[in-house]
């Protein structure tokens, strides 16, 4: 992995210069303001400062090897075990370090899987949450450093061993796949050796949280005009609403000439909805009954720049309504660029959301949108789809307020949250 700074006098602009230098596969680790010192400060203006890293062939996940011989770690982590820990006295200072590993690896195995929760003190949370909250400041000094500043060997203490413990047992309560967080912990457990603390710990896996999410995607305009995209998705996720919430961003924030496109032609008053949005917007709406009729109504906004597709819902088990669908989106017009999202609400079931993906991988490639954030105070499934997926994500809406409840997946806010600080 490959990680730098590139300032800017703006977000967007120090992201595209990560972007120039590292491609779009570039993922944005943290973004600070920088406010200028001195006593001419007021006459200067702020910059902004973005980290930002890609992956690169080797695996990122491996750490620098010591020159020194090292005690191997576990292939595998098991966490299943659910019994007393019980590990034996070593007086050896050369086997300080191996009994270390031993009392996280017992930690670790002591780890209940979604049994009942350890009982955790209003202190060690208030402590963990702390911890979180500086993350973000810390992990600058982490990724800046090239190597782990040598400290006295010595055992974790009590302290450390319940936070690791809580880390865990965060993340399953945030509904994060175990699967998923035993991938996380392998790879954290090649940093835990000497002289790296907790704090370390927290940013390996604040790190690896982040590249797992990687960099938002959105409608990218280009200059086939109009560019077409397409809103699929269950029933109930919102897709209108979204799409509302959206366009009015184009329109408004950016002056764009939009128009609308409705296929929903079996929820009722679906037709109505929608219209009452473009008619706000003072733009124009067209219908089609089948997938033959697209391309004529697309003809007729050749001059707009995006035009926004609502699509019927059904259930991942109808057949005939997914190849309605299938064909809807194959029988555009290659002339035009289009793009698909996915939307998914937040409070869906994991199990559901799998089938959910299983059925639309068939239909298209898609990004995700994630509706209904306000709902849920547990974000793990986000992550879980993402890497279930492999899609991109996108936006995210926390309310039904058009066009506030919407913002761009913002990487940073959830994986503070999902390691339990405050966004």
Request: aromatic fraction near 8%; glycine fraction near 2%.
């Given at each position: 992995m490959t990680i730098n700074k590139f300032q800017g006098k703006t977000e967007?602009?120090?992201?595209?210069?990560?972007?120039?230098?590292?491609?779009?596969?570039?993922?944005?680790?943290?973004?600070?303001?920088?406010?200028?010192?001195?006593?001419?400060?007021?006459?200067?203006?702020?910059?902004?400062?973005?980290?930002?890293a890609v992956r690169t062939k080797d695996n990122d996940a491996q750490a620098p090897q010591p020159q020194a011989a090292q005690t191997p770690v576990h292939d595998t982590i098991n966490l299943a075990a659910d019994?007393?820990?019980?590990?034996?006295?070593?007086?050896?200072?050369?086997?300080?370090?191996?009994?270390a590993m031993k009392q996280i690896q017992a930690?670790?195995?002591?780890?209940p899987l979604q049994r009942k929760e350890t009982e955790r003190t209003v202190e060690q949370e208030s402590r963990m949450e702390s911890r979180i909250e500086r993350l973000s400041d810390r992990l600058e000094e982490s990724l800046s450093s090239p190597a782990?500043?040598?400290?006295?060997?010595?055992?974790?203490?009590?302290?450390?061993?319940?936070?690791?413990?809580?880390?865990?047992?965060?993340?399953?309560?945030?509904?994060?796949?175990?699967?998923?967080?035993?991938?996380?912990?392998d790879e954290v457990e090649k940093f835990i050796r000497p002289?790296?603390?907790v704090d370390t710990i927290l940013s390996n896996v604040y790190q690896k949280l982040i590249l797992r999410f990687g960099q938002p995607k959105t409608i990218e305009l280009g200059k086939n005009r109009p560019k077409v995209v397409f809103f699929i998705g269950p029933t109930g996720v919102g897709k209108t609403t979204t799409i509302a919430k959206i366009a009015s961003r184009y329109k408004v924030e950016y002056n764009k000439h939009i128009a609308f496109i409705t296929a929903d032609t079996y929820r009722i008053a679906a037709t109505e909805q929608l219209q009452v949005y473009a008619n706000i917007?003072?733009?124009?709406?067209?219908?089609?009954?089948?997938?033959?009729?697209?391309?004529?109504?697309?003809?007729?906004?050749?001059g707009y720049d995006i035009v926004f597709v609502d699509t019927a819902g059904f259930s991942h088990k109808n057949v005939s309504q997914r190849e309605e669908m299938k064909r809807l989106l194959q029988g555009m017009d290659e002339k035009y660029s289009g793009e698909v999202y996915l939307v998914l609400s937040a409070t869906t079931k994991y199990k559901d959301?799998?089938?959910?993906?299983?059925?639309?991988?068939e239909i298209s490639d898609y990004k995700l949108i994630f509706t209904k954030l306000d709902e849920t105070a547990s974000y793990g499934n986000i992550l879980n789809i993402k890497l279930y997926s492999q899609a991109d994500l996108s936006y995210v809406t926390?309310?039904?307020?058009?066009?506030?409840?919407?913002?761009?997946?913002?990487?940073?806010?959830?994986?503070?949250?999902?390691l339990g600080g405050n966004a």
């Open positions: 967007e602009e120090a992201i595209e210069k990560a972007k120039a230098e590292f491609g779009d596969d570039a993922v944005v680790m943290n973004v600070k303001e920088i406010r200028p010192k001195g006593f001419f400060s007021f006459l200067k203006s702020s910059v902004f400062e973005v980290t930002a019994e007393e820990i019980s590990i034996p006295v070593q007086t050896r200072k050369e086997d300080e370090f191996e009994l930690v670790r195995n002591a780890m782990v500043r040598e400290e006295e060997t010595k055992p974790p203490t009590s302290e450390e061993l319940n936070l690791i413990r809580i880390l865990y047992t965060t993340l399953i309560k945030n509904e994060v796949n175990e699967k998923y967080v035993n991938q996380i912990l002289g790296n603390s917007l003072e733009a124009p709406m067209a219908v089609v009954y089948s997938d033959s009729e697209l391309n004529s109504k697309l003809e007729t906004y050749e959301l799998l089938d959910i993906i299983d059925t639309y991988h926390n309310g039904q307020n058009v066009p506030d409840d919407i913002e761009v997946f913002d990487t940073q806010k959830i994986v503070k949250q999902l």
